[in-house]
């Protein structure tokens, strides 16, 4: 059996209130206000280890990033990335996506990132997928008009599943590959997954955004 809650991961998670919440769900929290300073909000679903939102907190200073993992004993991986080398931009949240409507303002984020989500092949689990309509219906709350989803897998079943999901909810596709590591894109970070299973295979992206006016130079309030 794989131990996905253990106590003492829970623990570990309690002695570091600065760099880590934890949300059963009914809290009364509003993590757009758990920064320091007010700055854009980006944010990654399905964090994992947490090496691509440390990068990129740390590489794009003028926002606040949240890394949203489910699972206590997947995320003190990430939190000790943090305590090793913190940042203040960057706050890790365990808690399931499901809730996260329930701990955001409206409209407030500027980007998602979905990096090598579960694919959860079996009909019967398809509503956890991250790309489902209940999720994407979800994100369309929490992005800033103009925001954007960033899709990436190694999974051309779930990539397709989840490129009709975002068709269907009437999202603009700004940028596509079949093939993301061919493309000279100088901004791509790696995640633990993309490393490790990017050599069997290509990797496929989507960037895709709700709004008609989808240059994020005309977001409101971003810096
Ligand atoms: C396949 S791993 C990918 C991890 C990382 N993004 C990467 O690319 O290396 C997917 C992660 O998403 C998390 N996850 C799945 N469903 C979730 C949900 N509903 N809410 C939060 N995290 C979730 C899983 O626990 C797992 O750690």
């Not at 003492?8 to 300073?37: C, Q, Y």
């Not at 061919?182 to 970070?189: A, G, H, K, M």
Request: charged share 35%; with cysteine; glycine share 4%.
């Amino acid at each position: 059996m794989r131990l996905r809650n253990v106590p003492h991961a829970k623990r570990i998670i309690a002695r570091h209130p600065d760099k880590i919440v934890s949300l059963a769900g009914d809290e009364d929290i509003v993590l757009n206000d758990r920064f320091p300073e007010e700055k854009p909000l980006e944010m990654e679903i399905g964090t994992g280890k947490g090496r691509f939102i440390h990068t990129l907190a740390k590489a794009n200073p003028s926002c606040n990033h949240l890394a949203v993992e489910k699972f206590d004993n997947v995320i003190i991986r990430a939190l000790e990335r943090v305590v090793e080398d913190p940042l203040l931009n960057l706050l890790l949240v365990r808690a399931d996506a499901e809730n996260l409507k329930n701990f955001l303002r409206p409209r407030s984020v500027k980007r998602i990132y979905l990096n090598f989500s579960d694919p959860w092949p079996k009909k019967r689990h398809e509503k956890r997928r991250l790309t489902h309509p209940d999720f994407l219906a979800m994100y369309k709350e929490i992005l800033k008009p103009g925001g954007r989803i960033e899709f990436k897998t190694d999974n051309r079943k779930f990539f397709e599943y989840s490129l009709k999901t975002m068709n269907r909810a009437g999202m603009r596709f700004l940028f596509l590959s079949l093939d993301l590591h061919s493309e000279e894109r100088l901004d791509n970070i790696m995640t633990e997954f993309e490393e490790r299973y990017g050599k069997d295979g290509p990797i496929y992206i989507i960037t895709a955004s709700f709004e008609e006016d989808h240059n994020e130079e005309n977001v409101q309030g971003t810096a």
